[in-house]
């Protein structure tokens, strides 16, 4: 069970609407946590091979990359060696993909999410980051 202060923090980010772009690196550090104390994202993130996302903000100088499979999670600042997978959006757009506001499928369609790498891989990272939100939400009630 996910410890109290890990809930603490996201309903403290999610009353703050991640505004800024660091916040996405705190939401990720939450998942990171969560990711070693719940055991259904545990076996998703053991059967995965592991593939590294960069994230890039596309109206301001700031980039994250998550790295996830083999029984890991971690998200750091900056660039990635070797990605399997770079994003790219503005700010608005992140924001509303983090707080599930907006459905990755869609942004993706409109033009306003572009991916470049490879596209099962980022099924595979939206899939995963779907977990943590329904696991999220499950802590928030």
């Known amino acids: ?6 809930i603490k923090k996201l309903k403290a980010l999610r009353d703050k609407e991640l505004t800024e772009t660091k916040d996405a690196i705190t939401l990720f550090e939450i998942y ?10 545990k076996e998703e993130l053991e059967d995965m091979d592991e593939i590294i996302i960069q994230n890039v903000y ?3 100088d700031f980039k994250y990359w998550v790295k996830l499979g083999a029984g890991k ?18 700010a608005e757009t992140w924001s509303g993909l983090g707080s ?10 409109a033009g306003d999410l572009s991916i470049e ?5 980022a099924i595979a990272y939206g899939e995963i980051l779907d977990l943590f939100r329904d696991i999220m ?3 928030e009630e």
């Not at 990171?32 to 994202?41: F, G, M, T, V, Y």
């Not at 907006?102 to 369609?109: H, P, R």
């Open 32 to 41: 990171k946590q969560i990711a070693q104390e719940e055991d259904d994202i």
């Open 137 to 139: 939400a499950d802590l």
């Open 1 to 6: 069970m996910v410890n109290e202060e890990i």
């Open 58 to 60: 596309s109206d301001a």
């Open 73 to 90: 999670f971690d998200v750091g600042e900056g660039e990635a060696e070797d990605p399997n997978v770079t994003m790219s959006a503005t």
């Open 100 to 109: 599930g506001e907006i459905e990755a499928a869609g942004a993706y369609m």
């Open 117 to 121: 790498g490879n596209l099962q891989d």
